[in-house]
């Protein structure tokens, strides 16, 4: 949908509405909602006729529908059977024995932390990472007295960041088209994902949000803002979650840990199922140069449901089915945050809001400060759009030829580097701090946080490391 009229500054009304909302009564549905109800009526649609869904033409009901496209419908795919993998793990009673395998190594809240960052390296994909990482990790820092809104920060900040470090992966691919398709001194795709490459040295945002991650997790740096008072929370009364918070992953009340078992199988039924989903993605990415993460997880889950079956840990397949279905209405508030969010990307979209900002800037685009305000205006979009893909590729075609006007036309040139790095590093922000993001939501369902409170308990430290970047790039 594109705008039809210049709806200026107002464009960024209804992610105001959704953000003040959200802050105001921390419910990211609600929030979402009013928001999107708010950008159909600017649109020109009449809200009372498509809420009851009259009329066929367009509205809130059309509007939904146009904006859950083939990936979101995957993504939802996803994380049903990343509920289902995680019930069939319960069952299974494997996460009980990782946990008490692990805990001989040392439960101490720093080490718990710290093994959950390292995960991020070797888990590298946005969606893949935190959908997995989380479920493993979480029985152990709940043991530790680790809030979930800590939890979700560390998948969250280990995720795209890492992706963008990795120039061989898709991440490196789609930006490297855009770069390509920009011409100029860049001739094909493979100099441009060559260039992309160049450009990670300076990619500052990524290296010093997982560096101060890790300060973080070993308690180097110490809680503050809203973390702090959600660590002490859990810390002292052992909640790991805010009185009247709605986990995207719903435990309904059963604590694993309190739960009997004959026999664990954790390498038949924990190990295995995990290297089945890590093999298929990175031979699927060799071979076919794609991440097959919903494949990956389908066989996972037969695997494991069959295993289970045939041990006699479920009674028959109404049994088996049953677990199916917890595990899908568990993460059900998650697809409902997750349609609510590509829903309010497409109104921001048709109102044109990345435009306004991008207008707002163009005064201020001088040599000087040409790497950091591209930071900042792409952070802006992105967070203001929950996507940090389609920053890039509206920020690309704006600073790259100003980038090869200040290099003299030569595209391996420092300044154009910083100013790539820039604008990835200003997407990775939003994907990072914006609560319609994907990634954003998929760490609050890896963790089973609370959406908003995974959000403003993570701002404080996404605003500090930003404003980190900005000084950095001033000076270097």
């Known amino acids: ?66 904006s859950l496209d083939g990936e979101f419908i995957r993504i939802c795919v996803i994380i049903i059977f990343i509920g289902i993998l995680f019930e069939l793990f319960k069952r299974a009673g494997v996460l009980v024995a990782f946990a008490n395998k692990v805990s001989k190594t040392g439960t101490s809240p720093k080490k718990v932390k710290f093994t959950t960052w390292m995960m991020g390296f070797f888990i590298v994909d946005d969606y893949f990472s935190p959908l997995m990482t989380g479920p493993i990790m979480r029985p152990l820092t709940d043991k530790a007295r680790i809030s979930r809104e800590k939890l979700a920060f560390i998948l969250d900040s280990t995720t795209a960041s890492v992706c963008v470090l990795v120039p061989f992966m898709s991440w490196g691919a789609y930006i490297g088209g855009l770069i390509a398709k920009e011409g100029g001194p860049v001739n094909g795709a493979e100099e441009a994902i060559t260039l992309f490459a160049s450009s990670i040295p300076y990619n ?191 920020m690309i075609p704006f600073v790259l030829p100003i980038a090869y006007g200040f290099s003299g036309g030569v595209a391996h040139d420092p300044i154009v580097y910083k100013v790539i790095a820039a604008v990835v590093g200003g997407g990775i922000f939003g994907d990072h701090s914006s609560p319609v993001s994907d990634t954003s939501v998929l760490a609050s369902v890896g963790a089973g946080s609370d959406h908003m409170d995974h959000v403003i308990t993570q701002l404080p430290y996404a605003l500090t490391v930003g404003a980190g970047t900005i000084a950095l790039y001033l000076v270097i």
């Open 1 to 66: 949908m594109e705008a039809t009229i210049n709806f200026g500054v107002w464009a960024l009304l209804p992610l105001l509405l959704a953000l003040i909302t959200a802050f105001w009564t921390r419910s990211a549905i609600f929030s979402l909602f009013a928001g999107c109800l708010v950008g159909v009526m600017m649109m020109g649609y009449n809200p009372d006729e498509f809420m009851m869904g009259l009329d066929p033409a367009g509205g809130f009901v059309n509007l939904v529908a146009a």
């Open 204 to 394: 500052i945002y990524p290296m010093l949000l997982i560096f101060f991650t890790m300060l973080i997790c070993l308690e180097i740096i110490p809680d503050y803002g809203f973390m702090r008072k959600a660590e002490k929370r859990a810390r002292d009364e052992g909640k790991v979650l805010r009185d009247g918070a709605i986990p995207m992953v719903s435990d309904e009340g059963d604590d694993i840990f309190d739960q009997k078992f004959e026999k664990a199988y954790l390498f038949w039924d924990f190990g295995l199922p995990i290297f089945m989903v890590f093999g298929t993605v990175i031979i699927t990415y060799f071979m076919f140069g794609s991440l097959m993460i919903l494949e990956a997880f389908i066989m996972a889950v037969i695997y494991l449901g069959f295993s289970l079956y045939f041990k006699k840990y479920v009674k028959d397949f109404s049994d088996l089915t049953e677990i199916g279905i917890k595990g899908a209405k568990s993460v059900m508030s998650a697809i409902i945050i997750t349609a609510l969010a590509y829903c309010i990307n497409t109104v921001t979209k048709g109102l044109g809001a990345a435009e306004f900002i991008m207008a707002l800037s163009d005064g201020f685009m001088t040599p000087s400060l040409l790497v950091a305000s591209t930071f900042f205006l792409t952070a802006v979009i992105s967070f203001s759009t929950g996507t940090s893909w389609g920053a890039f590729a509206l």
